[in-house]
């Protein structure tokens, strides 16, 4: 419960908030704060300072584009995409951030936050890598546009660099969305995930079987599970799960998510 | 949730048997109850353990200069000072266990991940923490022990030199006849292993202490929430070189127990330590992950070469088998849970021949204390595996195997092979009252229903008994020389000038309302209303208000101290009379009563004496009293059960005076492609005697079963092989919340207890019949014979391949 | 826990040799190296802060050869001490010249303990395996210096 | 570094440390004691406050970003000593037995009950999904919230 002593800054700016995470390299961005004041109390990481980013209001709110394109600020809740009307514009959103974690940190966590730690139990990395969506990361030097295939680099790490922020999620249109996990007791500590979205194609992104989302792509539900095997897993083993015990949830999770995306209208 | 209770026979008013709301719950719903954490003293110091990143290591060296360098850093302890400071802790065990050395922190070796090696104190919690990392301390790495089953070999690493091998104790029970058992038996059915896993309660409070020394009397005040603080108090005494009445225990609110804060005598007496040292009051709160590292994990336990002997119609006749026991890295406890068991040495069936072979070996794990249904629940699961295991062996419905071999109501009392008395109960009929409550009848439909929709439908029973009041004269059959027998419990009734009823207890209560049924009692007895009685919260061992084995654990408080309120009350009730005798001039005592706070004439209510009155009299205007009155309204009295020292040689005699039951049904629907399985329905049927208060008996049964179900599912302290815990944190080590719980249906009997004054039986530890319930569904569910009490969703998917 | 694999470098295995046992070259090629004393030929000590993403976690690592045979195998003994963290790790390596070019067949056992250990499993080994990456990439990219520079 | 707050309608200023998480300072700096502390990983709940009206888990923030901020914890909802409806019921329906994770459970029941005045059973167990009890197995404390609900 007690952390290292640590420095706090409170930016009144996205580009205030960059000058601070460019002063030192021991600067961390403090968004939610549900993953990162956690690892702060096993003292498994202790920033030299950290950047709350909360009441920056830029980096806040959810625009519907005439487009259909879903444009999320980072630091929206999962509380506030829940309660979101234009978030409704893709449905699945709303319906895997009820099943995050519980009220309390629905209330305080974000989804820019649950992105950028890439914790491989994170809910939102395998949606984000299903539904294709694009970040924007913002540095002092400007900002830049990422795919959500070159987001994610691996646990805890992210494309978003020690001294820059994500600024943006944008989600292209589409409803034929699925989600299937299998988690400690009911909604607890997630052992495998998987999401899927039908766009022309079917895209399946399976969350907890490696450093980062594994992305597979299909003709049809039917031959997903092929698709999977194909991708040649070798997932972590731990107290939950037998590294084979993944593989095989693996396959029945990305056929379940993605039997939902095709039977979604 | 649906309820099945018994008929209530109304004969007047009674305090008793009424479901009155707890005195406690005021001040805990306004945030106001005093748990360990909020006592606070000018000046303290705030205590933080450096602990042990090995399971196995020899200490080369301590530094700890860096760390006292920092200003607000008020001093260090060390193993060494400690060595010198203290004697080693007394050991319950004979030969070999009995030769370990056990000091409050490591010397020389570790021998868990997570064991204390230093303490640091500081002006404030996060320094204390900040300078236990700056103390240096090297570490020569030696392999982990993790598996009891490699304890033994030559091979095996040794965690005490002392004891010569990581044999702690080890002992042969049998009772009857095997030979003639197993030559009459039609089958021999042979079960090579079970595992009974690694868990606790996991209370919401952790540990903690806040200890105070006062130079001039020479004696510690420990405020903590030690829930046996007689036991506390026998193993820090000698240790500390120093009288019991040198040390106060205090506690008033405590965050839930469940015999998990028995053993933190280490931890308080490096407090003690360094209260003294440092002269200023020392403060120590234990977080949750060094709790789950460090504290109180139940017995793990595997039995091993089972046989049973059975007759064709599914008669059970005897069984043996070897009974090998993680006592963890120290024995603070134990071995004393390689007797407790015996104390259902049948379970709940008649079966007259038995041998089983215990042993108890040490590993580099966190040492084993006492947990909810503490060594008991560990043998009559396996008793549990057994029928269920014969009855799917021999195609025989697990249901006729129980009725046909569960002990008969007409059997009652019933004397167990080894000479325990189980008092009362009727274990058939509340089988079929759990059966009814889950809907037996329609189990096919429900099982198709099931199947229509992919899933799998199974159904388990558990059934078991809830032992309580110790005769602690069983130690004797693990250590013949130990000089323990009996029990008793304290209680101490007064009224007082204004004419306050006053009850001071010396139980230490974690939840189970003492406050509110000791109230039930006294009014009872005294014909006033509860509101009346002010009962004093928590303990205090100053004012003499306990007894040698006062405190909260191993379902008693129902008997022992109910039994001792009821006791100090009838006390006073006699001085009350006694004394408006004298007053009305000599009026005989049975001509009077007490009514409507006062006591009174039987046939002239107007000659009346409130308690108001009495108090005033004997407390502040007492001239004039006959002298041979020997009245103080202040009455201390001592419940002591009828025990015998059982007899060492046979292992023979009553340990435990009374035996409440429980029986549970549970329903799951398991996905047999993934092993995910839920209980979709469940049923807990409780017999514990006469019940002061049905309400707080309820909650008991439930709490137990949600502990049961997530202990079943997901609850497991796992280790790798280096001896590092999996599971250091509720992120891995999932209790079950809100969403996990099931439907729950509860049923009730009363089948009141022949040896106790009220009828009562102690309770609350029960729920050990769910593990077996969701152990005999997962097998139902998927056909496959379980033999671990620990099923999360990957081991059924493996028993489904 | 163990990982293991096999890496192909486009140089002869004298060079990739020089460079597994240049301390100078080791230094670049572990993560995160904020110091590097070499005690002998034998025994070099890092500091390092190895990036965890949510913060570096600094520590102070042993390296001792304890086996070697030049020019096709060596063994190493690691350990990692931090605060609240410990590492420990068995690593050896094998070459072989496969025409022109210089195969490593590579295995490390490595455990790690204390707060970090109790991440979990599906964590830390995701993680081990990225710096193991890391460094060979990192290593290849040293070879080809050092070829460069014969 | 200065922090003020209003808890339960008193305001407080004090100076802390920029690590202090919220549960730290409202028990150790404000003696609030009624808030407690289950775990090490925001799992528990114990520490639910509400934190300008909405519900959190006061261990997973830091005591300075609550500045200027309205607190509410357990020791703010009886008036006096007017016990509330929902505090009248956890003692009707025996939902509290150690009473350890009360103070949390009526926070979190206090905010569901605000924001929907009607929770059907479903909607009470989500809602306490994020608070531990170890003593009760849930059952009294999702009636006793329904007994209250209109």
């Given at each position: 419960m007690l952390l290292r002593e640590v420095e706090y800054a409170k930016p009144s700016s996205v580009k205030e908030a960059l000058e601070r995470l460019a002063e030192n390299d021991g600067a961390r961005a403090l968004a939610g704060g549900q993953t990162l004041i956690n690892v702060m109390k096993a003292r498994a990481a202790s920033p030299d300072v950290l950047v709350d980013?909360?009441?920056?209001?830029?980096l806040k709110g959810i625009d519907l584009a005439p487009d259909g394109t879903l444009s999320i600020g980072p630091m929206t809740t999962y509380s506030e995409l829940i309660d979101s009307a234009e978030a409704r514009a893709r449905p699945i959103l709303r319906e895997v951030c009820s099943r995050i974690a519980d009220v309390q940190v629905r209330n305080r966590g974000t989804i820019g936050g649950n992105l950028c730690s890439?914790?491989?139990?994170?809910?939102l990395p395998p949606l984000m890598a299903a539904v294709g969506a694009r970040f924007t990361i913002a540095g002092q030097d400007g900002e830049r546009t990422v795919p959500a295939s070159d987001f994610f680099l691996g646990v805890y790490m992210t494309?978003?660099?020690?001294?820059?922020?994500?600024?943006r999620i944008a989600i292209p249109a589409g409803k034929q969305d699925g989600f299937a996990a299998v988690t400690?007791?009911?909604?607890?500590?997630?052992i495998v995930n998987a999401a899927a979205s039908m766009n022309g194609s079917l895209r399946v992104a399976i969350g907890c079987v490696d450093a980062v989302p594994v992305v597979v792509e299909a003709e049809s539900p039917d031959t997903v599970r092929e698709a999977v095997r194909a991708a040649g897993l070798h997932p972590p083993d731990d107290v939950h799960a037998s590294s084979e015990y993944r593989a095989h949830l693996a396959e029945v999770l990305a056929e379940r998510a993605a039997r939902q995306a095709a039977e979604t209208r | 949730m649906t309820t099945i209770a018994p008929e209530k026979v109304e004969?007047?008013?009674?305090?008793?048997g009424e479901s009155v709301?707890?005195?406690?719950d005021r001040r805990l719903t306004q945030g106001q109850g005093v748990f360990v954490d909020d006592v606070k003293r000018h000046g303290m110091g705030y205590l933080h353990f450096v602990r042990s990143p090995y399971a196995h290591a020899h200490i080369t060296s301590i530094d700890v200069s860096k760390a006292e360098e920092i200003k607000g850093v008020y001093g260090t302890l060390t193993g060494e000072e400690v060595a010198t400071l203290t004697d080693p802790f007394f050991q319950i065990a004979s030969e070999p266990g009995g030769q370990i050395k056990d000091f409050s922190l490591a010397v020389g070796k570790v021998r868990f991940?997570?064991?204390?090696v230093v303490a640091v104190v500081a002006e404030t919690r996060e320094l204390a923490r900040d300078a236990s990392e700056l103390v240096e301390v090297e570490y020569e790495p030696l392999p982990a022990l993790v598996d009891a089953r490699q304890?033994?070999?030559?091979a095996a690493p040794v965690l005490h030199d002392d004891a010569g091998g990581n044999l702690m104790w080890e002992g042969v029970y049998e009772w009857g006849d095997l030979d003639q058992a197993f030559a009459e038996a039609d089958h021999v059915v042979k079960i090579p292993e079970l595992h009974f896993h690694r868990f606790n309660s996991t209370p919401l409070e952790c540990d903690g202490a806040l200890v105070e020394f006062n130079?001039?009397?020479g004696q510690w005040t420990i405020h903590t929430n030690n829930q046996f603080p007689g036991f506390a108090a026998i193993m820090m005494g000698p240790a500390m070189r120093c009288?019991?009445?040198?040390l106060r225990f205090v506690t008033q609110?405590?965050?839930?127990?469940?015999?998990?804060?028995?053993?933190s005598h280490p931890q308080l007496v490096v407090c003690c330590l360094l209260s003294r040292k440092l002269n200023r009051p020392i403060q120590w709160t234990e977080w949750r992950t060094d709790f789950h590292m460090s504290m109180s994990h139940g017995n793990e336990r595997w039995f091993q070469d089972t046989e049973v002997a059975v007759k064709a119609d599914g008669t059970l006749l005897g069984f043996r088998t070897k009974a090998l026991d993680d006592a963890g890295a120290w024995l603070r406890y134990e071995p004393l849970g390689g007797v407790i068991w015996a104390q259902v040495t049948p379970g709940m069936y008649r079966w007259r021949h038995i041998r089983v072979d215990f042993t108890q070996v040490a590993t580099n794990k966190a040492p084993v204390s006492p947990n909810r249904g503490y060594s008991r629940m560990q043998h009559l699961w396996f008793t549990e595996r057994v029928i269920d295991i014969v009855a799917r062996e021999l195609e025989l419905d697990p249901v006729e195997v129980r009725k046909r071999n569960y002990i008969r109501?007409?059997?009652?009392p019933y004397e167990t092979?080894?000479?325990?008395?189980?008092?009362?109960?009727?274990y058939a009929q509340m089988l079929d009252i759990a059966l009814g409550l889950i809907g037996w009848s329609s189990m096919d439909d429900k099982r198709r229903d099931a199947e229509s929709r992919g899933k799998r439908l199974g159904v388990g029973i558990g059934s078991t008994l809830d032992s309580?009041?110790?005769?602690?004269?069983?130690?004797r059959l693990i250590?013949?020389?130990?000089?323990f027998s009996g029990n008793n419990e304290v209680a101490t009734v007064k009224l007082d000038i204004f004419g306050e009823i006053v009850v001071t207890l010396g139980t230490t209560p974690q939840g189970q309302g003492h406050e509110t049924t000791a109230a039930q009692v006294v009014a009872e007895i005294l014909n006033?209303?509860?509101?009346d009685v002010h009962v004093r919260a928590g303990h205090d061992s100053?004012?003499?208000?306990?007894?040698?084995?006062?405190?909260?654990?191993?379902?008693q408080f129902a008997v022992t101290g109910l039994s001792a309120v009821k006791g100090a009350t009838e006390m006073l009730r006699e001085e009350i009379k006694r004394l408006a005798s004298a007053v009305f001039?000599?009026?005989?005592?049975?001509a009077l009563e007490l009514a409507e706070g006062g006591v009174r004439i039987k046939d002239n209510p107007e000659a009346f004496l409130p308690f108001m009155a009495c108090g005033a009299i004997i407390n502040a205007n007492n001239a004039?009293?006959?002298?041979?009155?020997?009245?103080?309204?202040?009455c201390r009295y001592v419940y002591r059960p009828p025990f015998q020292v059982p007899d060492v040689e046979r292992k023979?005699?009553?340990?435990?005076?009374t035996y409440a039951t429980q029986i549970h049904v549970a329903v799951i629907e398991v996905d047999?492609?993934?092993?995910y399985y839920e209980i979709v329905d469940y049923a807990a049927v409780d017999d514990?005697?006469?019940?002061?208060?049905p309400q707080i008996v309820e909650g008991q049964v439930m709490g137990a079963t949600a502990q049961a179900i997530g202990a079943a599912m997901h609850e497991t302290f796992e280790y790798d092989e280096d001896g590092?815990?999996?599971?250091?944190?509720f992120y891995d080590y999932h209790v079950p919340h809100a969403l996990d719980m099931p439907p729950l249906h509860t049923g009730a009997m009363e089948s009141p207890s022949p040896f106790t004054p009220l009828g009562t039986k102690g309770m609350?530890?029960?729920?050990?019949a769910g593990i077996h319930a969701i152990c005999a569904a997962v097998q139902d569910a998927t056909g496959k014979i379980v033999t671990d009490s620990h099923n999360p969703y990957h081991r059924v998917w493996e028993l489904m391949r | 826990m163990n990982v293991s694999g096999e890496r192909t470098f486009e140089a002869p295995r004298a060079t990739v040799w020089r460079v597994l046992n240049d301390p100078a070259s080791m230094a670049k090629v572990m993560?995160?190296?904020e110091g590097f004393d070499v005690h002998d030929s034998g025994r070099w000590t890092a500091n390092v802060k190895i990036p965890l993403g949510l913060g570096g976690l600094r520590m102070k690592v042993d390296m001792e050869k304890?086996?070697?045979?030049?020019p096709e195998f060596a063994k190493m003994a690691i350990k990692g001490t931090g605060v609240g963290a410990m590492l420990s790790m068995v690593t050896s390596f094998d070459l072989r010249e496969s025409d022109g070019a210089c195969a490593m067949a590579w295995s490390a056992e490595v455990k790690i303990a204390g707060p970090v250990g109790s991440m979990g499993q599906r964590v830390l080994q995701p993680i081990v395996n990225q710096q193991v990456e890391n460094v060979l990439s990192a290593l290849d990219v040293q070879v080809q210096e050092a070829l460069r520079a014969e | 570094m200065d922090v003020a707050v209003t808890v339960n309608g008193t305001p407080y200023e004090r100076e802390v440390e920029a690590r202090k998480l919220l549960i730290h300072f409202l028990r150790?700096?404000?003696?609030?004691?009624g808030s407690h502390i289950g775990c090490d990983?925001?799992?528990?709940?114990?520490c639910s406050v509400i934190l300008d009206g909405k519900l959190v888990k006061?261990?997973?923030?830091?005591?300075?970003?609550?500045?200027?901020s309205e607190i509410e914890t357990?020791?703010?909802?009886?008036d006096g000593d007017k016990l509330t409806e929902l505090q009248q019921a956890f003692t009707e329906h025996h939902?509290?037995?150690?009473?350890?994770?009360t103070p949390g459970m009526l926070m979190s029941a206090t905010a569901l009950l605000r924001e929907n005045a009607s929770p059907s059973d479903e909607d009470i167990r989500k809602a306490l999904q994020g608070n531990i009890c170890r003593?009760?197995?849930y059952w009294n404390i999702v009636e006793a919230v329904k007994s209250v609900a209109r």
């Open positions: 980013l909360n009441g920056l209001e830029e890439n914790d491989p139990t994170n809910h494309a978003v660099g020690q001294a820059e922020l994500l600024t400690l007791g009911v909604e607890g500590t997630c | 004969v007047g008013k009674s305090w008793l709301p707890r005195k406690e991940v997570g064991e204390p304890a033994l070999d030559g130079r001039g009397t009288g019991l009445d040198k609110d405590i965050g839930g127990g469940f015999g998990n804060k028995i053993t109501v007409e059997d009652m092979p080894n000479g325990c008395v189980y008092d009362s109960g009727d309580g009041t110790n005769n602690f004269g069983q130690s250590n013949p020389e130990l000089q006033c209303s509860v509101d100053y004012w003499n208000s306990h007894a040698g084995f006062s405190g909260t654990y191993a379902s001039g000599g009026v005989p005592v049975e004039g009293l006959p002298e041979d009155l020997g009245v103080t309204l202040n023979f005699g009553n340990l435990t005076l047999p492609e993934t092993g514990c005697g006469k019940r002061i208060n590092n815990l999996l599971t250091p944190n609350g530890e029960g729920g050990g | 993560p995160g190296v304890t086996e070697e045979r030049e | 150790d700096d404000l003696d609030l004691t990983t925001g799992n528990c709940g114990a006061s261990c997973m923030l830091l005591a300075v970003q609550a500045d200027g357990v020791e703010g909802l009886a939902a509290l037995q150690c009473g350890y994770c003593c009760t197995g």
